[in-house]
Structures are given as structure tokens and as C-alpha cells.
């Protein structure tokens, strides 16, 4: 059986356009997930697609990364980190692939990729992943996030404060 990491969720307040808002950003063993894809990405700005958003989008996204949605991409990958301004895979996400085996919850072949591109490809970031978690504690973990921001859209916020 492989190392089992833990995975659990901290509140980050985001800065910029469309507005100041907080969403869950993701940690996996005591280091933020999103300090490794910008290290290789540097002028990426996406965010962890858990905790903000609409009722419908959060409760989506949080059955997709749990397995019980279909998945963002034709090719079967799931989005992680996306455009805070509208959320639109088109704008480019990180993505990464899941399984559920032996009482785990596996991410792995993460990448970066955007939907609709006339020539779909995923640039792959083969330096992150693959991590374990242990199928209860992540079922938790994610379904914590959700209405972490409340129910609305950022920008639907009315104040940049």
C-alpha cells in the first residue's frame, strides 16, 4: 500500500479581480497544493474550485473530486484549480485524474489543460502526485468546503472588502 497523505482545507482570501473573496484552498500534508503548481507555473491565477461559488456549483464540484459527477473533460479528468473570475474550464484549469481503490482516494496525472481548444492537449506536471487519502477522510474533507463563502458568485459579493 502506498504513503496515505492528508488532505484537508484552509480558508484563503483572495485578492484581485473579479473581487476580494474566500474560497478552500487545498493542503496535502501540511503543505499548500497550490505553492507547487505555481512554482512551474508562475503567472498562472487560478483557485481551488471548493468553496465559493453558487449552491449548484459548489455541490457540483464537490460530487465530481468525490467521483459521483462526470468529469470536467471528455478525456475523464477532473478540474482543481480554476478561473476565479468566472469559472469557465475555457479559460484553462488544473486538472488531474482520480481513482477510488482499495479504501483510497487517488490524484494523479495532474496537468493543465482548457475545454473547447481546438486542439485539446494536457501539459503535463508530472512533478506533483500521485497522493493517497484515506476514502473517510477525504469524503469529509471535501464535503467540508461546501458553502464555506456562502451561496453567491464572487463578483456577485457588491464590494471589493
Known sequence: MSKVSILHLR????????CTFEHADLWIDG???YDRVIGMYP?????????FGSESFQKEHIEKLLLNAEADFPDGRRALYICPACGDLGCGAVSLRIKREDGQFVWYDFGIESEGSPNPRVTAMPEIGPFYFEEQAYIETIRSAYGLEGFYWPREAGSDS
Do not use: M, S, T, V
Open 31 to 33: 503543505q499548500r497544493l
Open 11 to 18: 480558508k484563503e482570501k483572495r485578492e484581485g479581480y473579479p
Open 43 to 51: 503567472n498562472l491565477d487560478d483557485i481551488a474550485c471548493l468553496g
